[in-house]
């Protein structure tokens, strides 16, 4: 069975940080640029970062920019996502999923759980 599994989401004061893991089972990542997303209530799904198979290309949404570092240990199976200085405005589930080929602008094919984040005092 094909599956994505993110943890290491939590609560965190604001100016905090959190990493976040994206784990693979069933397949190999190696061969799919990853993509994290986060929905908070209320508003829009956003699309935060990306990286492709390679770890050479990535992308960030402008809101998160400086902030958050997205990496891969294709070892590991695992892309990981840091987030510093988190504001209150990040609080969100956050999502992985996997590319349907290695570029982050191949069609999404599978989609993790989600985990929370919530950046509060």
């Known amino acids: 069975q094909l599956q994505l599994v993110e943890s290491g989401g939590g609560l965190v004061q604001p100016g905090g940080s959190l990493r976040l893991s994206c784990a693979a089972s069933?397949?190999?990542?190696?061969?799919?640029?990853i993509g994290w997303f986060r929905q908070a209530p209320g508003k829009e799904h956003e699309g935060v970062s990306c990286?492709?198979?390679?770890?050479?290309?990535?992308n960030y949404a402008d809101s998160v920019k400086g902030r958050f570092t997205i990496s891969r240990d294709n070892a590991k199976n695992t892309v990981y996502l840091q987030m510093n200085s988190l504001k209150p405005e990040d609080t969100a589930v956050y999502s992985c999923?996997?590319?349907?080929?290695?570029?982050?602008?191949?069609?999404?094919?599978?989609w993790g759980q989600g985990t929370q984040v919530t950046v509060s005092s």
């Open positions: 069933g397949f190999t990542l190696d061969y799919y640029a």
């Open positions: 999923a996997a590319a349907r080929g290695k570029s982050c602008s191949d069609a999404i094919g599978s």
């Open positions: 990286i492709s198979s390679s770890g050479e290309n990535t």
